[in-house]
């Protein structure tokens, strides 16, 4: 049989692909990580975002980030490839003053501070393990 989601099994109730993830299951990653990257690239937007990620070498990184108030020399110019995708989102990263961009399936945690019109302070911080459905 070969490998992919080309060589589903199906049983009589159920869908399931070779590493045995039921349709069912795959259809909740899938949301999960829509409303997970929507929550990320709101705050993004909101302002200063701290995630924490492994990058593809393997190596733990901690980036403050921002998709708001970016240099003006530093703003996209149309020029480069479009390299945000589905499950990638591309960030100005705050300390090293360039673009960056980090992969949601390897997010560890997110946390950002906002403030609602009463002028209260919030800090709100996303666990991916603590969000898996």
């Not at 099994?9 to 070779?18: D, G, R």
């Not at 929550?39 to 190596?59: C, N, P, Q, R, S």
Request: aromatic share 8%.
């Amino acid at each position: 049989m070969a490998d992919g989601f080309n060589s589903a099994i199906v049983s009589s109730s159920n869908l399931v692909f070779p590493d045995g993830v039921e349709i069912k299951e795959l259809a909740n990653m899938v949301e999960f990580n829509n409303v997970f990257r929507q929550d990320i690239l709101d705050a993004l937007h909101m302002g200063e975002v701290l995630v924490d990620f492994v990058k593809a070498d393997g190596t733990k990184r901690k980036m403050r980030c921002t998709l708001t108030n970016i240099p003006a020399d530093k703003l996209p110019t149309g020029n480069g490839p479009a390299n945000d995708t589905p499950t990638k989102i591309n960030v100005f990263d705050l300390d090293k003053q360039a673009w960056r961009s980090f992969s949601l399936d390897r997010v560890s945690r997110v946390e950002w501070v906002w403030t609602n019109g009463d002028g209260e302070t919030f800090i709100t911080t996303l666990e991916a393990d603590d969000l898996l459905p």
